[in-house]
């Protein structure tokens, strides 16, 4: 059976945590700061869980994670 190559731009947007959940970081966050206030710039800080419909479509672009 062949490897599978993982998509590249998809590993650099997504991480697998310990316990294998996927984890991708929030938009809005890298230009046109000065006008958003600093508690939407600190909610947007985190890294949120992909959600389950679109845990699939993930795990198969980056299936070496």
């Given at each position: 059976?062949?490897?599978?190559?993982?998509?590249?731009?998809?590993?650099?947007?997504?991480?697998?945590?310990?316990?294998g959940k996927i984890k991708h970081k929030q938009s809005h966050?890298?230009?046109i700061l000065t006008k958003?206030?600093?508690?939407r710039k600190r909610q947007l800080r985190s890294m949120?869980?992909?959600?389950d419909?679109?845990?699939?479509?993930?795990a198969r672009m980056i299936p070496y994670l």
């Amino acid at each position: 059976m062949p490897k599978i190559k993982t998509i590249k731009a998809a590993a650099k947007r997504f991480t697998v945590s310990a316990s294998g959940k996927i984890k991708h970081k929030q938009s809005h966050r890298s230009h046109i700061l000065t006008k958003k206030s600093t508690k939407r710039k600190r909610q947007l800080r985190s890294m949120n869980p992909v959600h389950d419909s679109d845990r699939k479509a993930v795990a198969r672009m980056i299936p070496y994670l």
